[in-house]
């Protein structure tokens, strides 16, 4: 609530906010479409394929909700900055996550097989490599910002 607010002819969406969306949407598109195709070429089983693919698609997403908090400042340092929605909403989405992998009754629901530790691991370090790639390429661009 530090800056004034936005005009009111200004437009929500420019079209440097929605190529960077569209940027963010194929890479992980096909980071999940690669896991996902990997998973069945080595002969994992479909309903694991769809776990290990949602739970990227999840952790993931956390990574881009967590860069695209701000394009001028780093992540590291926006999460200095106080904001307890976006910890019960990321705590929140993870404990679902773990119930609906873990726990046999809504993994059913859903189809999933189970995940093993390097599974979730895989997960992660997908997640991570959003998060990470996304940074970078907004380092690359700060100057200008």
């Known amino acids: 609530m530090q800056r004034p607010p936005r005009l009111p002819y200004a437009r929500l969406f420019d079209a440097e906010i929605l190529q960077r969306g569209l ?3 194929s890479v992980l598109l096909i980071i999940v479409l690669a896991i ?6 080595r002969g994992m089983a479909a309903d694991e394929a769809r776990a290990l693919t949602f739970t990227t698609l999840v952790l993931a997403s956390i990574g881009l909700i967590l860069t695209n ?4 400042r780093p992540a590291l ?3 200095r900055s106080p904001n307890p929605a976006l910890w019960w909403v990321t705590g929140g989405a993870v404990v679902i996550l773990a119930l609906i992998i873990f726990l046999p009754v809504l993994s059913g629901l859903f189809s999933f097989g189970a995940l093993h530790a390097v599974d979730v691991a895989l997960c992660v ?4 490599i959003i998060f990470t790639l996304f940074e970078a390429f907004k380092l690359i661009r700060a100057p200008r910002l």
């Open 69 to 72: 908090r701000s394009w001028t």
């Open 36 to 41: 996902f195709g990997l998973s069945l070429y």
């Open 125 to 128: 370090f997908a997640g991570l």
């Open 23 to 25: 940027l963010q949407g």
């Open 77 to 79: 340092q926006t999460l």
